[in-house]
């Protein structure tokens, strides 16, 4: 993306709360202090941030199915521009009950986080035994949702091994899956020793996987084998970065608006739409033209000031 250009996808963290507690996002022990964006202010900055040029957005949590006008907030999209791919990211325990009423707003599609299919492992991952809820979520979720995909993290020692059981999982519902490299965080270090790339995955697969064209500002690279019906994607931001394609800005519960998980620099969009336009306009642009093209690479802090994905979104 050209810096001087206005993104075109934004990422919308509504709230800090969620009903798993992921190790890699929020480990034991560890809590995040309570925050939800009010339904006006998302409202508002939508509103804005459309007539900027966004063009898709995705709700993030958190987990964001916790959150009550997350129907509202889809068919408010809608009402200003159908064409405005609307999306979720949510880790499907809810999914089940809900997947219906947010087909009905007009929601586009819903990524779904599941990271093993073992019972214990998933409860020794998330601390919650709702593997079967998670699973149920999908299943609603296709049945209502025009698009859905699967995503994974990837962690070594604990799911590095089964990651063909979790892709013969997507393969058997027709659903494409991504595996997300360990990213350093707030509770993690640069060089925590959970990390494995996407390459050394591909690598152990027993399947022939043939690369799909790059889409430029795609952050998955996609894989297809004559032996699958899906596509494989590898999310890989610490051995292959993607930023140089990047179209992407974050607004957290909070109204921070910011260009990248690993730029600590920011407008707080909330407050500055009270203010004049003129101000709000020059603030944007100066916070665009600010972004940087490197990831987590671009920053030499210790993990104490890493961003903490339960709070922006991951």
Same mark, same amino acid.
């Given at each position: 993306?050209?810096?001087?250009?206005?993104?075109?996808?934004?990422?919308?963290?509504?709230?800090?709360?969620?009903?798993?507690?992921?190790?890699?996002?929020?480990?034991?022990?560890?809590?995040?202090?309570?925050?939800?964006?009010?339904?006006?202010?998302?409202?508002?900055?939508?509103?804005?941030?459309?007539?900027? /040029? +966004?063009?898709?957005?995705?709700?993030?949590? @958190?987990?964001?199915? =916790?959150?009550?006008? !997350?129907? #509202?907030?889809?068919?408010?999209?809608?009402?200003?521009?159908?064409?405005?791919?609307?999306?979720?990211?949510?880790?499907?325990?809810?999914?089940?009950?809900?997947?219906?009423?947010?087909?009905?707003?007009?929601?586009?599609?819903?990524?779904?986080?599941?990271?093993?299919?073992?019972?214990?492992?998933?409860?020794?991952?998330?601390?919650?035994?709702?593997?079967?809820?998670?699973?149920? /979520? +999908?299943?609603?979720?296709?049945?209502?949702? @025009?698009?859905?995909? =699967?995503?994974?993290? !990837?962690? #070594?020692?604990?799911?590095?091994?089964?990651?063909d059981k979790l892709i013969l999982f997507a393969?058997?519902?027709?659903?494409?899956?991504?595996?997300?490299?360990?990213?350093?965080?707030?509770?993690?270090?640069?060089?925590?020793?959970?990390?494995?790339?996407?390459?050394?995955?591909?690598?152990?697969?027993?399947?022939?996987?043939?690369?799909?064209?790059?889409?430029?500002?795609?952050?998955?690279?996609?894989?297809?084998?004559?032996?699958?019906?899906?596509?494989?994607?590898?999310?890989?931001?610490?051995?292959?970065?993607?930023?140089?394609?990047?179209?992407?800005?974050?607004?957290?519960?909070?109204?921070?608006?910011?260009?990248?998980?690993?730029?600590?620099?920011?407008?707080?969009?909330?407050?500055?739409?009270?203010?004049?336009?003129?101000?709000?306009?020059?603030?944007?642009?100066?916070?665009?033209?600010?972004?940087?093209?490197?990831?987590?690479?671009?920053?030499?802090?210790?993990?104490?000031?890493?961003?903490?994905?339960?709070?922006?979104?991951?």
């Amino acid at each position: 993306m050209n810096i001087r250009q206005s993104p075109r996808y934004l990422r919308v963290s509504l709230l800090s709360a969620c009903n798993l507690q992921c190790s890699y996002c929020l480990p034991p022990g560890k809590h995040q202090r309570s925050i939800s964006a009010p339904y006006d202010k998302v409202c508002q900055a939508i509103r804005f941030l459309h007539s900027c /040029g +966004i063009k898709k957005i995705r709700f993030t949590g @958190g987990e964001p199915t =916790l959150y009550k006008d !997350l129907c #509202r907030l889809v068919a408010f999209i809608k009402a200003i521009d159908r064409d405005v791919h609307t999306a979720v990211t949510s880790n499907g325990v809810l999914l089940e009950a809900k997947a219906r009423a947010l087909s009905e707003a007009g929601l586009d599609s819903v990524n779904i986080s599941i990271d093993t299919l073992n019972p214990t492992k998933f409860h020794d991952l998330t601390g919650r035994a709702h593997l079967n809820q998670v699973i149920a /979520g +999908i299943d609603a979720a296709m049945s209502y949702i @025009g698009k859905v995909k =699967l995503n994974c993290v !990837l962690i #070594r020692g604990i799911n590095d091994y089964t990651v063909d059981k979790l892709i013969l999982f997507a393969h058997k519902r027709g659903l494409d899956i991504r595996f997300i490299e360990f990213m350093p965080n707030h509770y993690s270090i640069p060089d925590d020793p959970r990390y494995i790339s996407g390459k050394e995955i591909r690598n152990r697969l027993p399947w022939d996987l043939q690369p799909l064209p790059d889409r430029s500002n795609s952050a998955a690279r996609y894989y297809v084998s004559p032996s699958l019906r899906i596509k494989v994607g590898f999310i890989s931001p610490v051995s292959q970065p993607f930023c140089s394609g990047c179209d992407r800005i974050r607004l957290n519960a909070e109204g921070l608006l910011y260009t990248c998980l690993y730029d600590c620099c920011n407008i707080n969009l909330f407050d500055l739409l009270g203010t004049d336009s003129n101000r709000i306009l020059a603030e944007f642009k100066n916070l665009k033209e600010s972004k940087r093209f490197g990831g987590y690479q671009t920053r030499t802090d210790s993990a104490s000031i890493l961003p903490s994905f339960s709070a922006i979104g991951g």
